[in-house]
């Protein structure tokens, strides 16, 4: 640990026991939901992390370092800022750090945090990928470099919705990170559990997750991505996401903002349906990883 990087004494002890540790992201508590709710949810999640037998590990960038383990006092901080927060994917730490700023990090800038602290296991919703659209305006999420270079499995219903799912696929089949569909074919697709891309192999347990990873560690692989459904499924989603990208094209909306922008939209549009779900699968996630960090 350096002054750059602080770990809360609760991780910080269970990862020099060899106990399981899951990080947590906080960019879905300042920039996931409307305010209030996302801190709410950030809880759960730890709640349910620590139901299943690990220590949670909520990663975010204050007071001048990348905070691994943040109390809950801090993590209200980044619910209060909300959308003020940065965003803050792996080119971002430095820049928080140095200038105190308040970074809300990424599932890539968790990844970040992760590999520095020594740990193998998160929970989040969807990951970033390859955008609709790429061959008009590259733009490809950070999280899949990050994915390529760190020893981790994470766990996530998929691929964001609002981006090319079966790019992103490719793509990661390119960078070498195995997809796991957790009692799936089919890589889950966020609201919809399916119609996604095959995954690479399928797992039936938490265990069987464990050993595929253990496995892919040892021979040397990096990231590995565990797909779990959610529970219910949106029938319209594909139909709302495309009225919110065609809403954020006419705005100007781009980058870092297009995802706040359309899981705003989504949870208007929907009146509240994506909210739930979105809320469901997060903390439902979390608690997989928990169960294939205990069963390591």
């Known amino acids: 640990m350096t002054d750059l990087l602080r770990i809360a004494p609760e991780v910080s002890e269970a990862l020099h026991e060899g106990g399981p540790v899951v990080a947590l992201e906080t960019t879905l508590v ?56 940065r965003k803050a994917g792996p080119r971002d730490l430095a820049a928080c750090v140095a200038q105190g700023a308040l970074g809300a990090t990424t599932v890539g800038g968790t990844l970040t945090a992760s590999r520095l602290a020594g740990i193998r296991f998160m929970g989040t919703g969807g990951i970033g990928g390859v955008h609709r659209g790429y061959a008009e305006r590259p733009d490809v999420s950070a999280d899949l470099a ?44 966020f609201y919809s559990p399916g119609g996604g891309p095959p995954v690479s192999a399928r797992v039936e347990s938490a265990a069987e997750a464990a050993r595929v990873a253990a496995a892919h560690w040892g021979l040397g692989g990096a990231a590995l991505l565990l797909g779990r459904p959610a529970d219910e499924t949106i029938e319209d989603a594909d139909e709302l996401i495309e009225e919110a990208l065609r809403a954020a094209a006419e705005q100007g909306v781009s980058g870092q903002e297009v ?38």
């Open 259 to 296: 995802t706040p922008f359309v899981l705003s939209s989504l949870h208007e549009r929907s009146e509240g349906r994506t909210l739930a779900v979105n809320r469901d699968l997060i903390v439902a996630n979390a608690g997989l990883a928990a169960e294939v960090a205990v069963a390591t």
């Open 30 to 85: 300042a920039h996931g939901f409307p305010p209030g709710v996302g801190v709410e949810v950030g809880l759960e999640a730890e709640a349910q992390v620590r139901s299943k037998g690990a220590v949670p590990a909520t990663v975010g960038v204050l007071d001048g370092a990348v905070v691994v383990g943040l109390n809950e006092e801090e993590l209200a901080r980044f619910g209060e800022a909300g959308s003020e927060a």
């Open 146 to 189: 990050e994915l390529a270079r760190t020893q981790a499995l994470v766990v996530s219903s998929g691929v964001k919705s609002l981006l090319d799912v079966p790019a992103t696929a490719e793509l990661l089949e390119t960078l070498g990170v195995p997809t796991l569909g957790f009692r799936t074919d089919e890589l889950p697709r």
